[in-house]
């Protein structure tokens, strides 16, 4: 092995291997990343490049990175973006990394704010940023507010938004869920907000578990403490006839629904690509 040439392909074979025997979800994926980020070229660019010998330097980076990706640290972390609805998001350990779960929630988002004539929108608990700056870039007239509690996440956020272009549309604010923001604003209110019981955090994913922000993750005892608290106060957010959507995990549809229909008219719950209840939706009476 110590002279054998480390091509191209032989680096992506070998760190496939090593990754599928760690149980890595998508190793040949992961690999390929990793590889493009070392060699500061498109994942794409790879397949020209199969029998090319990087340079010792390159090479250190990428093991680097591997030994860090076999101790937990995500692939996002590492490279520093995530892809989410087309787009690529700036991400560091201050932020919950998008999911592609989450995109269910921007696209009926969307589907809200489609006929309104420069809705006015509000993130609760923004992170990344990915939400509201997605929900700007696609409503071109879209005017959205985001708070968060966090100055390092918010800093992320206003990052994302001058790399797409919206910072002319949406404003970052810090503060704890709706205390920043004006009553009676808002067309529709929008949030992923931390939805892991406490006693499931044992279970999670290392890689979540230990590497992302827990204040991001925790809900409470039961999961539903930022639902209770968003249903509570949503209703001094909106305006007659408008709408909240919330992300939800894979067993709260029941417990969310009735926190909500406690304050508003009920709207229909919608399901993520995987068919799995995902955002539940409710609507302030005119």
Known sequence: ??????????????TEDFLRKRQVESPRLEAQILLAHALGCKKIDLYVRHEEEPPEVKRAAFREMIKKRAEGMPVAY???????????????PAVLIPRPETETLVMEALRVVKAIDAPRVLDVGTGSGCIAVTIARQHKTARVTATDLSADALAVAGTNAQRHGVTDRVTFVQGDL??????GAFDLVVSNPPYIARAEFAALDAGVRDFEPRSALDGGIDG???YRRIANEVPRALRPGGTVLVEIGLTQEPAVRDLFAA????????????????????????
């Open 178 to 183: 709706f205390a920043p923001v004006s009553q």
């Open 78 to 92: 590492l490279v520093g973006y995530r892809d989410f609805y087309s787009l690529d998001f700036l991400v560091t």
């Open 1 to 14: 092995m110590a002279n054998e040439t480390w091509t191209v392909r032989r680096l992506l074979e070998w």
């Open 263 to 286: 304050q508003l008219e009920p709207g229909p719950t919608f399901k993520d690509r995987a068919g799995r209840p995902r955002v539940v939706s409710a609507r302030l009476p005119r």
């Open 224 to 226: 539903l403490d930022y």
